[in-house]
């Protein structure tokens, strides 16, 4: 019996590959399809069974597409309805594989159709649990994301998950190895581990939601305490996991049109469609296409990607540096974003050796900016960070403007100030110049480097929770 964990960075999204015999299954797979598909064929196994945890907000499965290829059959718990043909298991039911077996345990409360996934081997020991979003490393699901598809409250699906996680997950062996779908980045939880695996005695002993003494009145106020909106794709996400979707292949076969500057001009010209730039921030600093924003492949490309654009049918036209169109279009549609219709073929490199008009955003290191403050200790500064990371500490004066919502709380700004942006890196900071520039701001100065460098020097810092601002309302 061997288990596979395929875990993916930018959605702090683990996969699963388990196979036995000959017989594989795949757990939560991506959208592509290829990684689970080519450990098939590598290990001459057949996949018999795609198992989903849940219907999925944060990113559009690979499982339909997976069956179509592999022939295996999609397995959803109880309270699962879909637009396409899958087996809706019962509470406790079991699938033979190979020489092991999954038996299916019914966990409402993140979602109603929230179900794990308990491996037993060849000799009937409970071996690992794939918990899916009911039980991450350190968390568990946050309940509020179903309350308006279900006419539910958080606090009605937190007392299933309090109820789920003590009479389902709780009683297991302390030995069983948990094995969820997120870890520490995801927004599907609060505060996950960056550790992507334990086992049920670690999280019994260091999970506070498994606390022994805890009652469900307590679990329910903790729960549900400080959970920030969830992305706008969420939901479309979760819509399109019910409902089906176009094949990976179509996807990727109409973004992989390649136009050359003049031709890529003209697209843009003729359509709406969104420029959006995946190169590094530094080189996107320097030059870029007017009216293109920035999202960097290298960062958390692709919740950037769901929490920016607001639409899913969206027309994209890609900048990305040379060999990485590919790659651009997976991950747009790793979130549903399928719509991507070419890419600059020669990069950025041929759009400005064209001779095409190119734009920069003005920016600048941490010791500029030092001496700038000391001049000015009044000059205006949007902070991009998060809420949280603002209040536990941010720069004198600064006005808490977080990149999640920036489309929401543009009005609150002047395109006729001059703005100094930071965040933690300078990419956060990079994206959000690049979205104010695309509509019309032109005052801004974009602070690239890390928040300790901002705060090492003569920059006075606020290191208390401050009243909330009208950007952060």
């Known amino acids: 019996m061997k288990i596979e964990q395929i875990y993916t960075g930018c959605l702090a999204q683990g996969a699963y590959f388990i196979e036995s015999d000959g017989e594989a299954a795949v757990i939560d797979p991506l959208r592509e399809t290829e990684p689970y598909l080519d450990r098939a064929s590598r290990s001459g196994a057949t996949i018999k069974y795609i198992f989903e945890t849940h219907f999925h907000a944060d990113f559009v499965s690979g499982h339909i597409d997976l069956a179509k290829k592999s022939g295996a059959k999609i397995i959803y718990g109880p309270k699962a309805e879909t637009s396409y043909e899958k087996y809706t298991a019962k509470d406790g039911e079991t699938f033979k594989l190979g020489k092991a077996t999954i038996k299916v345990l019914h966990t409402p409360g993140h979602t109603p159709e929230s179900t794990c996934y308990l491996l037993l081997d060849e000799n009937g020991k409970e071996h690992a649990l794939f918990t899916g979003d009911t039980l991450f490393i350190g968390d568990v699901g946050r309940p509020d994301l179903a309350q308006k598809a279900t006419g539910l409250t958080q606090e009605d699906l937190a007392g299933w998950l309090f109820d789920s996680l003590r009479n389902k997950i709780m009683t297991l062996p302390d030995d069983v190895i948990v094995y969820p779908a997120h870890g520490a980045g995801s927004a599907c939880g609060k505060n996950m581990s960056k550790e992507t695996w334990s086992t049920l005695k670690e999280q019994k002993d260091n999970n506070y939601a498994l606390r022994a003494d805890m ?73 870029f296409i007017p009216n293109s924003i920035f999202i960097g492949l290298d960062g958390s490309f692709a919740p950037w990607v769901g929490a920016l654009i607001p639409d899913l049918m969206q027309q994209i036209l890609i900048i990305a540096p040379a060999g990485r169109e590919a790659e651009t279009v997976k991950r747009l549609a790793r979130v549903g974003y399928d719509n991507a219709i070419g890419y600059l073929k020669g990069g950025f490199d041929a759009w400005k050796n064209a001779g095409m008009e190119v734009d920069q955003i003005e920016t600048i290191k941490s010791a500029d900016f030092d001496m700038v403050y000391s001049r000015e200790p009044k000059v205006s500064i949007l902070d991009v960070r998060k809420p949280g990371e603002f209040e536990g500490e941010h720069i004198e004066n600064a006005q808490s403007f977080p990149l999640d919502f920036i489309s929401k709380n543009m009005h609150q700004i002047n395109d006729k100030e001059t703005y100094y942006l930071h965040c933690r890196s300078g990419y956060r900071s990079t994206v959000a110049a690049s979205i104010l520039k695309s509509r019309g701001f032109e005052n801004l100065i974009n602070v690239q480097d890390t928040f300790e460098a901002i705060t090492s020097g003569a920059v006075p810092v606020t290191d208390f929770v401050c009243p909330t601002t009208k950007a952060e309302q």
């Open 215 to 287: 009652t469900k009145e307590e679990f329910i106020r903790e729960v549900t305490d400080g959970l920030q909106p969830p992305p706008s794709y969420f939901k479309e996400n979760a819509r399109i996991n019910k409902s089906g979707y176009e094949s990976i292949d179509t996807v990727m076969k109409r973004g992989a049109k390649a136009l050359d500057p003049k031709e890529f001009e003209a697209a843009a010209n003729a359509t709406d469609a969104l420029l959006l730039d995946v190169r590094n921030k530094e080189e996107f600093v320097k030059g």
